[in-house]
């Protein structure tokens, strides 16, 4: 049942108590992840006569998703020609970095090798140049000579260079999108764990931190929660989100400068995931991973959290049976790579072969929201769900950090043509 509404308390990102709110927003915005984060400011910047109220569970932005990711800037290689992810990865590219730039966020374009390491890998090597060239990004094909010259210390038969790609903060880029959006006159409210949210005729209310908010119109980008908002809206929901644990080690310092490149590896067509790699962080370390492990917690990150809500959700979806069924081979591998550091160790030598057991050091692990649909296939490209006063991000894989800015403006774009037309 919602309470009675009342004063909204509102909360800025670096925690300090701000002036309250109330009354009817024009519109709200649930999550306040990078995609949230980024629609609410291009809405207010857009829109800056309209009041609009970001709601965020956690007690500070990019507590999830976007602040549990390996930080790359993505230009957009394996996806699919004319996808939402091939056009929101290319747009996001720029616009990410001119971000940066323009906040003092920092990043470094310091380009991908994705590695081929036998003559089976660079013929499927060769189906990914080629989709280079048709989602438009520029890429240099290595022989094994010139790999040698690019990064010394990776061994492979062939490579592919993609200069585009690059590392950036993003947990950075989510706060100052926060700053900016406050300094438009826009509000935030942490602390504020959705309960309930209902449609009328002439607004949708939103059961939140304990209070009743009203709104005019409503945006959810709940990433790990996605699917159980899209439900509580009243949407027909047929997928559900099942997550996966991504496991990451750190090199030591004295490793730093092992690469000069992200190092990706080739990837094969038959695992649903991409497979472990090198990647140079923007704080100057370097991580391996990471690998893709069923977690049994949406939003617990130590390893072994179980949430019995969220295992109980997955037994009860025959989709998840069915994507099991499909990958139960992938599935035991990285359950015995995530229980055995040697066995992540090889994985990791096929392309840096001079790493050791000794280099792997701990690091946080992420969770990735997979949408599964109920025939058990996965959801590669971006979903959308409406209802009369909603709009609902209901899939929003990776790239999503990379594209947060052109999927916002997608959003707003929705918004003006649906909401604000006439």
């Given at each position: 049942?919602?309470?009675?509404?009342?004063?909204?308390?509102k909360?800025?990102?670096?925690?300090?108590?701000?002036?309250r709110?109330q009354g009817?927003?024009?519109?709200?915005?649930?999550?306040?992840?990078?995609?949230g984060?980024?629609?609410?400011w291009?809405l207010k910047?857009r829109?800056?006569?309209?009041?609009?109220?970001?709601?965020?569970?956690?007690?500070?932005?990019?507590?999830?998703?976007?602040?549990?990711?390996?930080?790359?800037?993505?230009?957009?290689?394996y996806y699919?020609?004319?996808?939402?992810?091939?056009?929101?990865?290319?747009?996001?590219?720029?616009?990410?970095i001119?971000?940066c730039?323009?906040?003092?966020?920092a990043?470094?374009q310091?380009?991908?090798?994705i590695v081929?390491?036998?003559?089976?890998?660079?013929?499927?090597?060769?189906a990914l140049f080629?989709?280079?060239g048709?989602?438009?990004?520029?890429?240099?094909?290595?022989g094994?000579?010139?790999?040698?010259?690019?990064?010394?210390?990776?061994a492979?038969a062939g490579a592919?260079?993609?200069?585009?790609?690059?590392?950036a903060?993003y947990p950075?880029?989510?706060r100052a999108m926060?700053?900016?959006?406050?300094a438009?006159?826009?509000?935030?409210?942490?602390?504020?764990?959705?309960t309930?949210?209902?449609?009328?005729?002439?607004?949708?209310?939103?059961?939140?931190?304990?209070?009743?908010?009203?709104?005019?119109?409503?945006v959810?980008c709940g990433?790990?929660m996605?699917?159980?908002?899209?439900?509580?809206?009243?949407?027909t929901?047929?997928?559900r989100?099942v997550p996966f644990?991504?496991e990451?080690?750190?090199?030591?310092p004295?490793?730093?400068d092992i690469v000069?490149h992200?190092?990706?590896?080739?990837?094969d067509p038959?695992?649903?995931f991409?497979?472990?790699h090198?990647?140079?962080m923007i704080?100057?370390s370097?991580?391996?991973g990471?690998?893709a492990?069923?977690?049994?917690?949406?939003e617990?990150y130590?390893?072994?959290?179980?949430?019995?809500r969220?295992?109980a959700?997955?037994?009860c979806?025959g989709?998840?049976w069915?994507l099991?069924?499909?990958?139960?081979?992938?599935?035991?591998a990285?359950m015995?790579?995530?229980?055995?550091?040697r066995?992540?160790?090889?994985?990791c030598?096929t392309?840096?072969?001079?790493?050791e057991?000794?280099?792997?050091?701990?690091?946080?692990?992420?969770?990735?929201a997979?949408?599964?649909?109920r025939?058990?296939?996965?959801?590669?490209?971006?979903?959308f769900?409406e209802t009369p006063?909603?709009?609902?991000v209901?899939?929003?894989?990776?790239?999503?950090a990379?594209s947060a800015?052109?999927?916002g403006g997608?959003?707003?774009?929705?918004?003006?043509?649906?909401?604000e037309?006439?």
């Open positions: 049942m919602l309470v009675k509404k009342r004063a909204i308390g909360v800025s990102p670096a925690g300090e108590p701000r002036e709110g009817l927003y024009d519109y709200a915005i649930i999550g306040g992840g990078i995609v984060l980024s629609t609410a291009q910047r829109l800056p006569d309209r009041s609009v109220l970001v709601i965020e569970k956690e007690a500070a932005v990019a507590r999830h998703q976007s602040g549990h990711n390996s930080g790359v800037i993505h230009a957009g290689v699919r020609p004319g996808s939402m992810k091939a056009r929101f990865c290319r747009a996001g590219v720029a616009a990410t001119r971000f730039e323009e906040n003092d966020v990043y470094d310091c380009g991908k090798l081929a390491t036998d003559a089976a890998e660079v013929g499927r090597m060769k080629e989709r280079c048709e989602n438009r990004i520029a890429a240099e094909w290595l094994a000579e010139a790999l040698a010259e690019r990064d010394p210390r990776i492979g592919i260079l993609v200069p585009s790609t690059g590392i903060d950075g880029i989510a926060a700053r900016l959006f406050e438009l006159g826009g509000e935030i409210r942490l602390n504020a764990r959705v309930g949210l209902r449609e009328t005729p002439d607004a949708v209310i939103v059961g939140a931190g304990g209070d009743a908010i009203e709104a005019r119109r409503l959810v990433g790990l996605a699917d159980r908002l899209a439900r509580m809206m009243g949407l929901a047929d997928f989100i644990r991504g990451y080690f750190r090199l030591p004295a490793k730093n000069r992200l190092i990706y590896p080739v990837p038959a695992m649903p991409l497979g472990v090198l990647t140079r704080d100057g370097v991580t391996v990471p690998n492990v069923l977690s049994f917690a949406r617990r130590t390893k072994g959290a179980v949430s019995a969220d295992v959700a997955m037994a979806f989709g998840f069915r099991m069924a499909k990958n139960l081979a992938f599935g035991v990285e015995r790579n995530s229980l055995s550091k066995r992540y160790l090889e994985h030598r392309y840096c072969p001079e790493l057991l000794g280099d792997l050091g701990a690091y946080p692990a992420g969770i990735r997979m949408a599964v649909a025939d058990g296939a996965m959801l590669h490209d971006f979903v769900g006063r909603s709009i609902h209901c899939n929003a894989p990776s790239p999503a990379t800015i052109p999927i997608h959003i707003l774009d929705k918004i003006i043509e649906r909401f037309a006439g």
